[in-house]
């Protein structure tokens, strides 16, 4: 059995019919026909049933078509593999990254990445910590960051750690503190993130050990609306002291919170086990460079 043949049948069943598939394989009609004949003999069963100009699958097409699927899909996983080999000439790096302190600390690692490797795609999804790492898990993506700590299913480089600010009216009588602790705010209302983000995870976590559960008075997966929320008095916000120092304006006041296991732990992830494409080993290597250079830089 040829992939030839196996990708002649999947183009008829997927164009439609023998004269779209054949312009989908670059072939001519009658080498097409003859590939499905080839393959039908050689299985010992009828794959179309042919019908005039209309073709439908039989009971034992339809079992190949979806066989046939997955070996093509197999055999451009090989091809892709070996692609990257080459070195990086080709490929695509799938990548998931949160709103939260993408743009600091992953921006200048695009630039880099797409300088260093201008032939390789770069896939990207955005969505909160916690659903990338759903989606991680489906394979969807080759990495994602994350906020630490995440579940044995994964592997993990680190990134970056900061300490969570409280985000309070300048006017507010606790705006004046250097530092704050849950118990504190427990009787204000809190403006969180939308749901599938792991900052809302340490932070509930965080007052359970407290004993209280927040009351949510606004949820946003936008940054800038939920620091204007907390200047407007609305509730008290949170976000890692990089990113509040940057975007906090002369009406709102970031306060560190001093609440253990509650710092910001950034890190890229990946499925423990699972084949790591060279355009994502490529992205962590540059990660890791990032991160020296940073750590140098602080010295």
Known sequence: MEL???????????????????????????????AVKQLEDELGVPLLDRNGHRSTLTAAGEIVYRRALKMLAERDDLVAELDELRG???????????????????????????????????????????????????????LAASLLPVSNAFEWQDVATEPLMALLPASHALARQKSIDLPQLKDMPFILFESGFALNRII??????????????????????????????????????????????????????????????MALIWRRGAFLPHAASAWLALAREFATEASRSKR
């Open 204 to 265: 509930f976590d965080a007052c359970r050990q407290h004993g209280f559960e927040p009351t949510v008075a606004a949820r946003s997966s936008q940054i800038d609306f939920i620091i204007e929320l907390a200047a407007a008095g609305a509730g008290v916000a949170f976000l890692p002291r990089m990113i509040a120092k940057q975007r906090c304006a002369e009406t709102v006041r970031g306060i560190l919170l001093k609440e253990p296991r509650t710092d910001w732990h």
């Open 4 to 34: 030839r043949t196996l990708r002649a049948f999947v183009e008829v069943i997927r164009q439609g019919g023998f004269s779209q598939a054949a312009k989908a394989v670059f072939a001519t009609q009658s080498t097409v026909s003859k």
């Open 88 to 142: 990086l000439k080709r490929g695509t790096l799938r990548l998931g990254l949160p709103p939260i302190g993408s743009s600091t600390l992953f921006a200048p690692l695009f630039a880099a990445y797409r300088s260093r490797y201008p032939g390789v795609g770069i896939r990207l999804v955005e969505h909160g910590a916690d659903r990338l790492e759903e989606i991680l898990l489906a394979g969807e993506i080759d």
